[in-house]
């Protein structure tokens, strides 16, 4: 059976770089990025995107809902 | 909307990808509709904004956001009329039982709940929380227990863990001067006015989903008229305990689920 491919997008600013969505993804897609945002945090983003199921673990676990998640069905 | 996906292994192709998934129709997840834009007040990784998510996620569901009067605590969840799209009344510290009987006895045909800490409900509130539930009052108590009092500093709270510190118990909670923690839960489900009793949490994503399908069940049996129901949500308090986010939901899983465990205390029993 071919993997689901998915990908994520997630709310530059609004993100707190909290890093829950980081630790709680099983393919290791996420990491917290270098840059800053608005808010002074590191927010979330993809570093390994061909990996994603869009299995939404990381959507589960985020507290401040940055986070739409696709899946290619 | 601002989103990022600024650096990427560099044999991807990520806007090809972009181009194929991201679409309206392969959506799988979005932010609800139940809750506002307003940002949330609460610290990095604070399990407080998942339950809100799960509250709205329900809600939606349901069909249900006109029809729902939330009551809010004082905590950190003070505001939680900033960031629910329902209706939300905020009560006096401990009250919203209280206050949630008036409401539900004139607005019987709403869906009324009360979203309350571990401070509020088991602290200064267990009077109001112990009555409602012993007259059987239809309405819903989602309880967050993060063990401590965080909105005022992480003092204390009922609920916290024997030798766990708080800014006051630097040593730890002692029993000989402290006494146990409360599991108060646990303590209201024999009552009969109480229709169910659940403990979740939302440490995990596997948890998330069942501590929704929790919710959900509670405001069914509210439908159903069958009588007080309370979820108790364990959740960090990473702020409170000093740890990273990731650090506070390895913590709680190691050391809060044994004193609290996870499950379904009391389910009603059909006639
Ligand atoms: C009558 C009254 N007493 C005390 C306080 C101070 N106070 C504010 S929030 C709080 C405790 C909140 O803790 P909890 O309910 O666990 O919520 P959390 O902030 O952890 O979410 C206290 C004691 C108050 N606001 N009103
Ligand atoms: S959807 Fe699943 S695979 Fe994709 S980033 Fe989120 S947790 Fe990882
Ligand atoms: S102080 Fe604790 S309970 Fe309050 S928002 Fe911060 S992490 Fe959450």
């Known amino acids: 059976m071919a993997k689901a491919r998915g990908l994520v997008e997630i709310l530059f600013d609004t993100c707190k770089g909290c890093e829950l969505c980081v630790n709680a993804c099983p393919f290791n897609v996420l990491q917290l990025s270098d840059q800053v945002n608005a808010k002074g945090y590191h927010p979330s983003m993809m570093v390994n995107p061909e990996s994603c199921t869009g299995c939404a673990s990381c959507a589960m676990v985020c507290p401040d809902s940055v986070i739409t998640v696709y899946r290619v069905k | ?271």
């Open chain 2, 1 to 271: 909307m601002e989103t990022v996906i600024e650096k990427t292994n560099v044999n991807v192709d990520i806007e090809a990808l972009r181009k194929e998934i991201i679409k309206e129709e392969n959506i799988v997840f979005k932010k609800t509709i139940g809750l506002t834009d307003n940002p949330l007040s609460y610290c990095p990784g604070c399990g407080h904004g998942v339950v809100h998510r799960l509250i709205g996620e329900v809600c939606e569901e349901m069909e249900i956001i006109q029809d729902v009067i939330a009551i809010a605590p004082v905590g950190c969840s003070v505001f939680a009329y900033d960031f629910f799209n329902l209706d939300t009344q905020s009560a006096a510290h401990g009250r919203a039982p209280a206050v949630a009987t008036g409401v539900k006895r004139t607005m019987p045909d709403k869906y009324v709940f009360t979203y309350q800490g571990d401070g509020d409900l088991a602290a200064i509130g267990t009077g109001e929380t112990i009555h409602a539930a012993n007259r059987g009052e239809n309405i819903t108590i989602i309880f967050i227990n993060n063990g401590i009092y965080g909105m005022t500093g992480g003092q204390m709270a009922p609920t916290t863990l024997l030798n766990m510190k708080s800014s006051t118990s630097p040593y730890g909670r002692e029993m000989d001067v402290h006494g146990y923690p409360l599991n108060i839960t646990d303590m209201i489900a024999p009552l009969r006015g109480v229709c169910y009793a659940t403990r979740q949490s939302v440490h995990t994503p596997a948890n998330v989903r069942k501590a929704k399908a929790a919710i959900k069940k509670a405001f069914e049996y509210q439908k159903l008229k069958k009588g007080l129901s309370i979820v108790e949500i364990m959740s960090n308090c990473n702020s409170g305990w000093k740890m990273t986010p990731v650090q506070s939901n390895k913590w709680m899983e190691e050391n809060m689920l044994e004193n609290f465990p996870l499950g379904d205390i009391k389910v009603p029993q059909d006639k």
